[in-house]
């Protein structure tokens, strides 16, 4: 552990740079069995006179004789191939997350089984390696991935509302893991980025709460501080850092969007309010790129909103992406848009079609397409490696799949793990 740290939180300058046949029935009339008519049968056999049967027949109606003996037809064989898991939901599986390190695309999910499990992918080649990170009956919430140094480090919501972290040295399968809070302490799934000095998560707390962690590299002491208390957080918060400042961005009550931002070194939590009440209806993602904070958030009617601000300027800049088509929480990333860098945004349509969207610095519109049909069965994260986006997500049967766009522009599909294998 020591290896991945150095010290981090130095005071930075007071001012604030940061931006889911049969055959029918047969009518048998018979005489005397009263069977048909009114009355019923119990009627007509009450009716039938015994001086009206022939002397010597026994009592009652005659025998009915039974049909002779039918060849039983074979049915056709039919083969229906492997049972495949039940679909789902579109958006109802967990989100997995993904990252770069050391070049490589790298995901972390929740199993089934409330494990979690890592996988990789050696660049320019389709295979992809799994490992467990930690044994059923320990994650519990989607987790958030990053590269730290020369580490790849995990955050996710543990047993009885716990926040771990985990840390393996790239090159290894060897994971390490730290109790960031303890019981009672985290009501969602977290939100984590590295500093370059260290490591910052935010998560739900206590009571819709947020509460904010950090550690120096090289040490497994976690410090926390309280953004809000108590009535002001209703999502999974996203998180970014600016090199001197952390920004963060929630869901509020009533349907809000809401930032905070802290210099490094302080504790001092500056809220700013981006809407008013019914207008934000996901968790939000937030990236840092090029001077600007940028948010995403599923707005009213399903549309997809988007929020920029300029380093340092007061007021927020509105963008809507496109119209109803948003389900659930955006993902966002940086990458190369037309030959420039930009912003790219996916977030799943009410159907289960995985749609992205980018725009290059200085653009003023947005260009979107379908990654996929309507086959997704969780929201998509996205990620930027060697000026591709590389996103994951599960289709509707459980499927790990991950896509990448390739240098003409089109999306290619690998499978991480099979329905039923994770």
């Not at 290896?3 to 931006?19: D, F, K, N, Q």
């Not at 070194?265 to 090029?290: K, M, Q, R």
């Not at 992205?356 to 996929?372: A, K, M």
Request: with cysteine; aromatic share 8%.
């Amino acid at each position: 552990m020591n290896a991945r740290r150095s010290a981090w939180r130095a005071i930075a300058s007071p001012s604030r740079p940061r931006m889911i046949a049969g055959a029918s029935a047969a009518v048998m009339c018979l005489a005397g069995l009263g069977v048909l008519g009114a009355g019923g049968p119990a009627a007509h056999a009450a009716a039938a006179s015994p001086a009206m049967l022939p002397v010597g027949s026994p009592a009652g109606p005659p025998p009915v004789k039974a049909p002779p003996p039918t060849r039983p037809v074979p049915l056709p064989t039919i083969s229906i191939g492997p049972i495949q898991p039940p679909p789902v939901a579109p958006g109802s599986l967990p989100t997995p997350a993904i990252a770069v390190a050391a070049g490589n695309s790298i995901i972390a999910t929740q199993t089934p089984a409330n494990g979690l499990r890592f996988f990789w992918n050696q660049y320019g080649t389709s295979r992809w390696t799994g490992e467990q990170v930690a044994g059923n009956g320990t994650t519990f919430s989607a987790p958030s991935i990053a590269q730290n140094g020369n580490s790849v480090v995990i955050a996710a919501q543990g047993p009885n509302n716990s926040l771990d972290f985990y840390w393996a040295a790239n090159g290894t399968s060897t994971w390490h893991q730290e109790t960031v809070a303890g019981p009672g302490t985290t009501f969602s799934a977290p939100a984590m980025t590295p500093t370059g000095s260290g490591v910052v998560i935010a998560a739900q707390g206590l009571n819709n709460s947020l509460q904010f962690y950090w550690a120096l590299n090289g040490s497994s002491l976690w410090t926390a501080e309280i953004v809000n208390l108590g009535g002001t957080t209703y999502s999974a918060p996203a998180i970014a850092s600016t090199g001197s400042a952390v920004d963060i961005a929630v869901q509020g009550p009533g349907d809000t969007l809401i930032f905070y931002w802290a210099q490094n070194g302080t504790n001092a939590w500056h809220p700013e309010y981006l809407t008013p009440v019914s207008e934000a209806y996901s968790a939000p993602a937030l990236i840092y790129n090029d001077g600007n904070v940028n948010i995403a958030v599923q707005g009213p009617g399903n549309e997809l909103d988007f929020f920029w601000q300029q380093n340092g300027a007061s007021g927020w800049n509105p963008e809507r992406i496109f119209g109803p088509q948003a389900n659930g929480a955006p993902s966002m990333s940086t990458c190369t848009v037309g030959g420039s860098d930009g912003v790219a945004v996916t977030v799943l349509s009410p159907l289960g079609a995985l749609n992205l969207s980018d725009q290059p610095d200085g653009g003023s519109s947005w260009s979107t397409e379908n990654v996929t049909g309507f086959e997704e069965g969780s929201s998509a994260t996205v990620t930027c490696n060697n000026g591709s986006e590389n996103v994951a997500v599960f289709d509707l049967n459980g499927e790990l799949d991950f896509y990448w766009r390739d240098s003409a522009g089109n999306f290619q599909k690998e499978v991480v793990a099979a329905a039923g294998t994770i």
